[in-house]
């Protein structure tokens, strides 16, 4: 098993800037690839960016590309989304998730979830 805990959401004006985190702990040796993925209100979840956990390919939305940054840190089990140029319409809980195989822009290859944390984009 691998858990995963997320920080680091709030409310920022668009334009704004905010950076989440999320650890991972137990059974990190097994993890390929780390995700966010992002619920609005009435909609699915849906993947925004990933990273692989040995090579570091970067994959992302084409809705955040040039605004978002994903990154990671293999010492501390860390995985970040460097959130910059935020818009209202990226309101949503962001999740982070795990996956030991698969393809890492797809949500079904995904094992292990956060407990999410809420970004608010205010106009």
């Known amino acids: 098993q691998v858990q995963l805990v997320e920080s680091g959401g709030g409310l920022v004006q668009a334009g704004g800037s905010l950076r989440l985190s999320c650890a991972a702990s137990g059974r990190t040796f097994s993890i390929y690839a780390m995700g966010w993925f992002r619920q609005a209100p009435g909609k699915e979840r849906a993947f925004v960016a990933a990273?692989?956990?040995?090579?570091?390919?970067?994959y992302y939305a084409d809705s955040v590309k040039g605004r978002f940054t994903i990154s990671r840190d293999n010492d501390k089990n860390t995985v970040y989304l460097q959130m910059n140029t935020l818009k209202p319409e990226d309101t949503a809980v962001y999740y982070c998730a795990a996956a030991d195989l698969g393809v890492p822009t797809t949500r079904w290859s995904y094992d292990y979830w956060g407990q999410g944390t809420q970004v608010t984009v205010s106009s």
């Open positions: 990273i692989t956990w040995s090579g570091g390919s970067t």
